[in-house]
């Protein structure tokens, strides 16, 4: 059985982030959706509120699953048998960064395999920090995030 591990911060869940799941969990047999602890960085969004919004969004996709890990992203491939990590790639500014990523993880586990699914066109320049930022200010990120992340974004900075 083909298990892989997306990993990131999912702060929030974009569009971009649901296009790579759902292409992902095509073309393996379980993806494990892992959102990163990182006790260094406060997010807008706590994790169980990361978590639970992404079980709402893949609750259509079967063999999805979505977890919370903490310390190295290869320990906790190692630990739910996954031999695989999934990385979206928008534009080339992403490579460097997911490249050495990448080349690290290989070298701390060579037999997991980092695999790279490049972006939708139209979601390349979506990001969480951007959309956290438009959103701050009040204006819309339609079409960036799901509806109700949009719905969830604005109760946050209402009540920031
Ligand atoms: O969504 P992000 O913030 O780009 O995701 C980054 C993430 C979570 C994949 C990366 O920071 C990570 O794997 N952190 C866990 C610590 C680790 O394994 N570091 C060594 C590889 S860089």
Do not use: C
């Amino acid at each position: 059985m083909n298990i892989a591990v997306y990993p990131g911060s999912f702060d929030p869940t974009t569009n971009g982030h649901l296009d790579v799941i759902e292409r992902a969990a095509k073309i393996v047999d379980k993806l494990i959706v892992g959102v990163l602890i990182n006790p260094k960085k406060n997010g807008l969004f706590t994790i169980e509120e990361r978590v639970a919004q992404l079980e709402e969004l893949t609750q259509n996709l079967p063999n999805v699953e979505v977890r919370s890990f903490s310390g190295l992203l290869v320990d906790f491939v190692r630990s739910v048998d996954a031999r695989i990590v999934i990385r979206g790639l928008r534009a080339v500014t992403d490579f460097e960064y997911e490249f050495q990523m990448a080349l690290t993880n290989r070298s701390l586990a060579e037999e997991i395999e980092t695999l790279f699914i490049p972006t939708s066109a139209h979601y390349m320049y979506v990001s969480s920090s951007m959309v956290k930022e438009v959103a701050s200010f009040g204006k819309s990120v339609e079409g960036m995030v799901p509806e109700t992340v949009q719905k969830q974004m604005n109760d946050k900075f209402k009540n920031s």
